[in-house]
């Protein structure tokens, strides 16, 4: 059941991941794009964690593409849809065909090792995995959790000065 | 299901978003395809943090959903900015610094 279920999702993220590079209209793109992260969030909760699905789906899915659609509707950009809208088609396939079977090759070569940690599903279902998050970024992560802050801090800062009327 | 199903779906997911980066002359589709290629990382990172059983790849996730809205921020500014001097979006006419 969780394999058929898996498979299905698989195949609705690949699906609209194309749409995304092939749709002629930004805006279809956009909501191809949408449709992606939501089947990015179902993975999240298939993998034990759902606070991960929720801030990809109020972050991604909702904040983001709001500001991209906004844009995409400000610059009116539906009107020159009728022109040629890509380039260099060959060389780009070959490139991330390239990618892609390099990728998989060494997932199918290889295995995945490494430290082992002790967060156990048992720990989620009981201590919850918000909570573990959070205790993380408070205590281990406190520094990276900060200098993220400024970034934002210093990402509003910038947005509003390049979107002035006179730069 | 393990690791490495998901761990094939992020790599399908991270050529399609190079091909599009590589091959559309949109600006605003070129960044959609950057935010789709941050989003296979997403998901490796959390499939192997599952597989380890570890918190550390979904802090990291964390971090790159912090950093991605801090770039889509910047970046739709800069492309209003573009827009309001050159009229356009299409990258291959904003090439005042290509050699």
């Not at chain 1, 179902?42 to 990809?56: E, G």
């Not at chain 2, 190079?18 to 296979?40: D, H, K, P, Q, W």
Request: overall charge neutral; proline content about 1%; glycine content about 6%.
């Amino acid at each position: 059941m969780e394999t058929i279920f898996f498979y299905l999702v698989a195949l609705v993220a690949v699906v609209s991941g194309f749409l995304v590079v092939r749709c002629q209209s930004p805006v279809n793109s956009a909501l191809a794009l949408v449709n992606t992260f939501f089947c990015l969030a179902v993975f999240y909760v298939m993998l034990y964690a759902p606070f991960m699905a929720a801030i990809q789906v109020i972050v991604y899915a909702g904040a983001i593409m709001v500001l991209i659609l906004f844009v995409i509707m400000l610059l009116n950009l539906g009107t020159e849809a009728r022109k040629r809208y890509t380039h260099g088609v060959v060389w780009a396939a070959i490139a991330s065909l390239l990618v892609l079977v390099n990728v998989v090759f060494f997932i199918k070569r290889g295995r995945v090792t490494g430290a082992e940690g002790d967060i156990t599903d048992y720990l989620i279902k009981t201590e919850g995995h918000t909570e573990l998050i959070g205790k993380a970024l408070y205590t281990e992560f406190l520094l990276p959790f900060e200098i993220a802050s400024i970034l934002l801090l210093v990402a509003i800062v910038g947005a509003v000065i390049l979107a002035k009327k006179d730069v | 299901m393990s690791v490495y199903h998901y761990l094939t779906v992020s790599a399908i997911l991270f050529a399609l978003g190079t091909y599009g980066v590589l091959t559309r002359r949109n600006a605003i589709v070129i960044f959609m395809c950057i935010e789709l290629m941050l989003n296979s990382v997403n998901l490796t990172f959390i499939a192997l943090s599952r597989h380890l059983n570890s918190l550390d790849g979904q802090i990291f996730v964390f971090f790159v959903m912090t950093v991605a809205a801090a770039e889509a921020a910047v970046g739709l500014a800069l492309m209003i900015a573009t827009f309001r001097n050159r009229e356009t979006i299409d990258v291959d006419q904003i090439n005042l610094l290509k050699w």
